[in-house]
Every structure is written in C-alpha cells, then in structure tokens.
C-alpha cells in the first residue's frame, strides 16, 4: 500500500463528497442523518472542486492497483478569494441546489437545515474575509487519521496559497460539535482572529509554522510524498 498526495480535480468530485459525510458530525459519520446523503458534500466539498477560485489536495491510497488508479481518502480543498467564491456561487451554484431540493422534500432535520441552507445561504463575513481572503477545509477517513497526513495536506496547502499571497492569510470553521481539532490547526500557528465567531480560526502566511515529522513512519510516507512532486 502506498499513500500519496496528489492536486484536486474535478474528477473527484464524488469521492470527496463521500469524505464529507463520513466526518460531517463533529468529525465523525454523518450518514444516519441523513436520507440525502449528498447534501453536506455539495455543500462543504464539491464546490472546492468545480467552482472557480478553488484550489486542492487529494490523499490517495493506491490499494495495490496500478499509479493513479487509488481510493481519494482525504482531502484539503480552498478558495483563494472567499469573496470571488461567495459572489460565484451565490449565483451559479446554491440557485441550482435550491431548485433541486426543495425543503418539502427532507423527512429528516439534518436534511431539511442543508435545503434550507441553499435557499438562504451566508457568505462569509467582512472580519472572516479582512483577516485573510483564501477560506479551507480539510477532512480524511478514519483509517487514515493520526499518522501525520492531516499535518502534511495542511503544509502543501498553505505553500501552494502563501506563494500566490505572502502577505495573505486563510480562514477556516470548525463544526461546534469538534472544537478539540483547534489543537491540529494551533500547531501550525492558526489562532482566534479579531471579529471572528468561537469555531473560528486564521492563519496569516508570513505567522505559518512548519511541522516536522515525529516518527519514522511518517517521516517514510514523507519522503514517498514528495518524490512524487
Ligand atoms: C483533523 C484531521 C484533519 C487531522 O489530520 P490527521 O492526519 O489525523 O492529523 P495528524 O496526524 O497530522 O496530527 C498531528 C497532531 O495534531 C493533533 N490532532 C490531530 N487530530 C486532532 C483532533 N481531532 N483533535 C485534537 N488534536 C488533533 C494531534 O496533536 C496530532 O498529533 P498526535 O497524533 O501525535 O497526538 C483528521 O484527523 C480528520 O480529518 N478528522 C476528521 C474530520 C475533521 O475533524 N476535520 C476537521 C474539520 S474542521
């Protein structure tokens, strides 16, 4: 088995949805809420991949077949211009989903709040988008969590954003059911920021920290990471 990190395509559009839901409650499985299984994707993942501004990192774990014929089990997807994003998708992307799933439709609440959503949907705020422009998510299978790859698709996000914009910086949301990940995003120096909600962290560029491997295991998968690029 080797587990490699490759960009993000359109392609993948399906696998990261899967993703989504898998860690849509607080990080663990959203499925049983939800009869629309699609909806926190579409939502969360999909437009990272599709819409313009967008930017990511897909995790591959090649499951003995043939190079590029892996499973996507993680991913870090961006936009770099959250307010580009926001304007895009206001009119291009939530419009369809409206239309598509109207509320009447959800038997379950989980369902009705996304369809909802789509009809009514924020984009982010002036403190969120003054503190830095680029917005991220990031989400793997359980299987592959802990063994340092979170930390390595986080690293090769903020290089690819921070070459385009050094003096530029990142925001991100945490689900309220999953405040303990702020430990992750600390380690890479992502703090409060000024006007921002409690589940919300930013990371200024110039402030980003590099993390290092802490064991052998890792340290191996690193090196195979980047003799791929
Ligand atoms: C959160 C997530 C992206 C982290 O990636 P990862 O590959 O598991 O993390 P790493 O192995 O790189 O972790 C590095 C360190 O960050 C910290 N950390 C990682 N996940 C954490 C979590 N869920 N809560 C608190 N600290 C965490 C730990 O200190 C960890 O070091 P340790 O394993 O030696 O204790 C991944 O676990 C995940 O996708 N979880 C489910 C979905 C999720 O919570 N997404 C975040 C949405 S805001």
Redesign the pocket.
Known sequence: MTVTIREARESDADAVSRICLL?AKG?QSADDLHDFKELPGLTYAVPYVKLPTTLGFVLIDDKNSGPGEGEVV?YTLASRNSREFDRYAAEHWWPILAEKYPPSLAQKPADKEFMELFRNMHGKSEARVSFGAANM????LEP????????KLVSRMVEALRKEDPDGGVT?G??PR?L??R??YE?FGFESFEGGKFNELGLKFSKAKVLHC?DSASAKAYIEVHRTF
């Open positions: 860690t990080g993680g998510h990031i989400n793997l592959y969590q802990r063994q340092g790859w979170g930390s991100l945490m689900d999953n303990a990940v430990r992750f380690k802490s």
